[in-house]
Structure formats: structure tokens, C-alpha cells
């Protein structure tokens, strides 16, 4: 069964090639390698021993996802993950985020709504819930205004694909909100490889570690948390891989309620910053140097995922710990930097 992944030479796109491959799926990735790049091909089949085809394709292009589709019509499912991601960038070059993350979006799903079936899982975000009211956050938390152009593609995202499948027979979709996915393939062939500095604290602690950064900051202690410091669901990427697995084959299998659906990817359990840069103490062994600083606007609290739709319905649970994960962004660290 061919599957389409866009974006699957980024972090969390190869990390799912790879489950795919391994669950038997013959995958094509289409990437413009605008955040990544092609060695990752290599990464992924020194894992799985197969190369996933791949299409250099910038989605942007609206004739050349047509040409695609033409060319592979036998795509039976779609994971897309391609998109911009930095929400500092996304407020400074707003149209740059609309037309990437929304564009692309309306070509593919024009594309998929040609076909009798289709099926299509898309890469959503808990930033749709800003400072939810309630934790854990389930799925029928109220989705807030967002914060930054960058969440609000990933709302318009998901409105586009909800009024699409109320009108789109044959059309199946789920989107799945992930919380803070972290870590790399316990293999060291692939991870994350943030351009320029790093925007998620994992990789800002781990290139501190490694002395890429002089010092990590860490924004505000004066939270009303148990150490004052911002808490988050940590979500080990391989875990989230799998979800997307099972995410496809409830589509493929016909076993979804309804044609769009909205699941939340996290742990469940949340961590503040100060117990995350623990955690990384005590699997590298190394002091981190951190400091404290002022609050960083537009930070919530508090955010982390009621996983119990993810655990019932999707059938899925992360398994992975903070430090499990933490090894695994520590060693690929140091092995990228060695
Ligand atoms: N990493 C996170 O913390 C996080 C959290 C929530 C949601 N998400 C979403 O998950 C998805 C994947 O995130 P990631 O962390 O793997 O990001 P990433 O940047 O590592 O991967 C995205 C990939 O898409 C490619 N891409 C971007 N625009 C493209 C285009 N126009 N045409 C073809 N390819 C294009 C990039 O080259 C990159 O390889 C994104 O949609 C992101 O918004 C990520």
C-alpha cells in the first residue's frame, strides 16, 4: 500500500517513514528539503533497509502537486507534515506561514478530493488550545485565538479540513494535536536538526550540553507551578511516529466514527523546564548552565494532553519516559556534533 508523506525528511515526518516501512507500507516522500535535507534518505534506510522513493517537490507549486498525483495514483493514504514551524518567523513573515501552511494544505486536499477514497492525517498542534482552562486538555477543550500566525494556521488548517470532509465523500481525515515531541531513533541514524538556533528547549539543552550554546535560558520561575517555571507534555518522537500508524490504519481499516476526527498525541504527564533540564543532568552526567530571565510573551502555563481518546479510541499510548527520551536526544547530539 502506497503512502504519501509530506515533509518526510523533516524531524518528525522520517521518524514516521520509518514506522511505515516497518509496518510494511511502500512510502514516497515529497519534501522541498527547505528544513532538512536529502542525507536524511540515507538515515532512514540505513534503519529500515529500503529507500522510500522521493519526489524534491516544494508543495507550494500547485502544478507540480497536480503532476504528482497524476503520476502516483495509486496514494492510498496522505500523512502531511510539511509546513513552516517557528512561531517567531511566522510573526515577522506571516504571509510566507499563510502561504505554506495553508496553501499547500488546499492543493493537496483538492487533489485528494478527486479520488473516490482518500485518506489523510494532518500534523495539528496543542497550540490550538492556548492556556486551556482545564488539565488535562482534552479534545473538546475550546480552541482559543491564537497566538501567533504560526498557530493560527494550524486552526484555519484544521477548519479547512473539517468543512472540506463534510462535503467530500470518500474523504477521510484525522488531526492529530501533538504535544512537545522530543528525542531521536534509538539507532543515532536519525533526530532533529534545527536550523540556526534551536526554538524548542530540547534541542536548545542538548546543543548547550554539547557547548554549541554558551547558555540555555530559561523564562521566568515566578509561575504558578510547583517550581514556578512553565510545564509541558514531553512526547517521545518515535511514540508519535506510532501513532501516526495507527492514526492511517484506523482510516485505512474504515474503523474511524466520523469522516474527520481530532485526537490529542502526548503523554499525559507534564514536566516543568526545571525537572526537563534535570532530566538531561542525569543522563549526561553534566551540569547544564542555565539562568533564569524574565517571562517570554505569549508562554502559557501550563499545557498537557488528557490521553485518554489517544489510549481508547485510537488505541495508542506513548511508552517512552522524560529520560528515556532525553538519552536519545543526548546521544544524537553528540553524535551530530562528534
Ligand atoms: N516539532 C514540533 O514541536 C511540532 C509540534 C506541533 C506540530 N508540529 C507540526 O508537525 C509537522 C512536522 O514538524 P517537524 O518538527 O517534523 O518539522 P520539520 O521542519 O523538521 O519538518 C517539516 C518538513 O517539511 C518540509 N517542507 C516545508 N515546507 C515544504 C514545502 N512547501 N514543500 C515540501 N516540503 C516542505 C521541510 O523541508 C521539512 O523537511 C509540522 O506541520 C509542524 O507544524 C511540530
Redesign the pocket.
Known amino acids: 500500500m502506497k503512502i504519501l508523506v ?8 522520517s521518524h514516521t517513514v520509518v514506522e511505515l516501512q516497518d509496518k510494511g507500507f511502500e512510502v514516497v516522500v ?7 535535507s536529502e542525507k536524511v534518505l540515507e538515515g532512514i534506510t540505513s534503519i529500515t533497509g529500503k529507500m522510500p522513493l522521493f519526489e524534491k ?4 507549486e500547485k502544478s507540480k502537486v497536480e503532476a504528482f498525483f497524476k503520476k502516483y495514483q495509486d496514494i492510498e493514504g496522505v500523512i ?6 517557528a512561531v517567531g518567523e511566522s510573526v515577522e513573515k506571516p504571509l510566507l506561514y499563510y502561504e ?2 495553508i496553501g ?1 494544505l488546499v492543493y493537496l486536499l483538492k487533489e485528494l478530493s478527486k479520488k473516490n477514497t482518500s485518506n489523510f492525517i494532518f ?5 490550538v488550545y492556548g492556556q486551556a482552562d482545564k488539565m488535562p486538555i482534552s479534545e473538546t477543550a475550546p480552541v482559543k485565538p491564537a497566538e501567533s500566525p ?1 498557530g493560527n494556521t ?1 486552526q484555519i488548517g484544521e477548519e479547512i479540513i473539517r468543512d472540506t470532509c463534510a462535503v467530500t465523500q470518500g474523504l477521510n481525515a484525522i488531526a492529530l494535536r ?1 504535544f ?2 522530543m528525542g531521536a531513533h534509538p539507532s543515532g541514524h536519525i533526530g ?2 534545527p536550523i540556526g538556533v534551536p526554538q ?1 528547549l530540547v534541542p536548545f539543552i542538548t546543543q548547550t550540553g554539547v557547548g554549541l550554546r554558551e547558555q540555555l535560558s530559561v523564562f521566568g520561575d515566578d509561575y504558578p507551578t510547583e517550581d514556578g517555571t512553565c510545564i509541558r507534555d514531553y512526547i517521545y518522537v518515535v511514540d508519535l511516529a506510532k501513532a501516526h500508524v495507527q492514526a492511517l490504519q484506523r482510516l485505512l481499516e474504515g474503523k474511524n466514527e466520523e469522516n474527520y476526527e481530532v485526537f490529542n498525541l502526548g503523554t499525559g504527564k507534564g514536566s516543568s523546564v526545571l525537572e526537563v533540564i534535570h532530566s538531561f543532568e542525569r543522563v549526561s552526567g553534566k551540569k547544564l548552565n542555565y539562568k533564569i530571565v524574565d517571562r517570554r510573551p505569549g508562554d502559557v502555563v501550563s499545557a498537557y494532553a488528557d490521553t485518554k481518546k489517544a489510549n481508547e479510541v485510537l488505541g495508542w499510548k506513548a511508552e517512552y519516559t522524560l529520560d528515556e527520551a532525553m538519552k536519545s536526544a543526548w546521544d544524537w547530539e553528540q553524535k551530530i556534533r562528534g
Open positions: 509530506t515533509g518526510g525528511l523533516g524531524f518528525i515526518g515529497i519534501d522541498d528539503c527547505s528544513n532538512s517537490i516544494d508543495l507550494k502531511h507534515f510539511a509546513a513552516s514551524k505554506n501552511n499547500t500534523s495539528s498542534s496543542c497550540t504560526y494550524k501533538y512537545n515531541p532533529e536538526l524548542n
